[in-house]
């Protein structure tokens, strides 16, 4: 019988929060080693799980990543920075293939993908799971990779500190 990854107390990686940003970085995280991830409450309880819209992504027949950045800086209203806009915009594909290859069901039509066209998007390019429980549906397929993989979860627990060696991350400091 092998021991449990990080039984040794060493990861690859420590992640703080089980929200949507947290549990993809720790499952993307756990493909190069064992990793922790820290959460105050319960793995299932992010904020991510009570989001109620959908995610925007130019991967329809008839749209691009340049037409979604225009709409993204032009909704904007001069707040948005356009190189972060660009990052986000370009990676959203590919980001929602990872959400359904780690199991998240994006709503259908027919025989394709549901694409809704809302807010100050001129195409169609936003995805919900399950209607408007798209949160909730993605919280709970990471949350299955995560209890399924290299993850170890510390459940009710706080960060407190990030811990430095010689300049480097050595590890964090919680409260139980």
Do not use: C, W
């Not at 409450?41 to 799980?49: D, F, I, N, P, W």
């Not at 290859?101 to 799971?129: I, K, P, T």
């Amino acid at each position: 019988m092998s021991d449990p990854p990080g039984a040794d107390g060493q990861y690859r990686a420590i992640v703080i929060g089980s929200g949507m940003a947290g549990l993809f970085a720790a499952l993307e995280a756990s493909a190069l080693g064992p990793v922790l991830l820290v959460t105050k409450a319960e793995l299932h309880e992010g904020s991510t799980r009570h989001a109620q819209g959908g995610i925007a992504a130019a991967i329809g027949p008839d749209d691009s990543t340049e037409q979604h950045l225009a709409d993204t800086v032009a909704a904007g209203a001069g707040l948005v920075d356009e190189e972060m806009a660009r990052i986000l915009v370009e990676s959203a594909p590919r980001r929602i293939r990872d959400l359904e290859q780690y199991g998240v069901s994006f709503d259908s039509a027919g025989e394709g993908r549901a694409f809704g066209r809302e807010g100050a998007h001129r195409n169609a390019r936003v995805l919900h799971a399950r209607g408007d429980r798209t949160g909730a549906a993605i919280t709970s397929a990471l949350a299955r990779q995560v209890e399924q993989g290299r993850v170890v979860v510390r459940e009710h627990t706080l960060a407190t500190d990030i811990v430095l060696e010689q300049g480097k991350t050595a590890g964090i400091r919680t409260l139980d």
